[in-house]
């Protein structure tokens, strides 16, 4: 079963995010109190458990919220997913909007490693039903969107 391992916010983009209790998402926004919450398609960023352990693999102590996601996930395949799926997260549901990103900035983590998973592996997502986010909360596809 997929679920969530950590949801994490900051106040201000470009900093590491910190893991939170809960997080409230609300429509066309994302993550309440966060740095990249708005009205455009990256509301709200995910990455795998799976993603970060590679990272840790290559030595470095790094957990939930060091690569600024929002929601960090296990047991789901984010990078498959088809732009346009829709994933049901607790009482919420999220639309994937875009695959990776590029990395205008090197990060402390790509200088520390000479890679980052984030701009390969994180996916970013808009909100479109409202609600709170926890860790341990169970993922679910909805449905698929269409793969580019």
């Known amino acids: 079963m997929a679920h969530v391992e950590a949801v994490c916010i900051s106040e201000n983009k470009g900093e590491r995010k910190k893991p939170v209790e809960s997080v409230e998402l609300r429509e066309n926004h994302g993550i309440v109190g966060d740095g990249h919450a ?4 990256r509301q709200l960023s995910l990455l795998a ?8 693999a290559m030595g470095l102590d790094v957990k939930a919220g060091d690569f600024a996601e929002n929601i960090t ?5 984010l990078v498959s997913l088809p732009i346009g799926s829709h994933l049901q997260i607790g009482e919420t549901l ?8 590029e990395c205008h900035t090197r990060c402390a983590i790509y200088y520390q490693a000479g890679d980052c998973v ?14 709170t986010v ?8 909805v449905s698929h969107g269409v793969r580019e």
Do not use: Y
């Open 73 to 77: 996930t296990s047991g789901i395949e």
């Open 94 to 101: 999220l639309e994937i909007t875009q695959i990776g990103k």
């Open 38 to 41: 708005g009205d455009w398609h």
């Open 118 to 131: 984030m701009p390969k592996e994180g996916v970013f997502a808009k909100v479109i039903t409202r609600g």
């Open 49 to 56: 458990a799976e993603s970060i352990d590679k990272m840790r």
């Open 134 to 141: 926890r860790a341990g909360d169970e993922i679910r596809m």
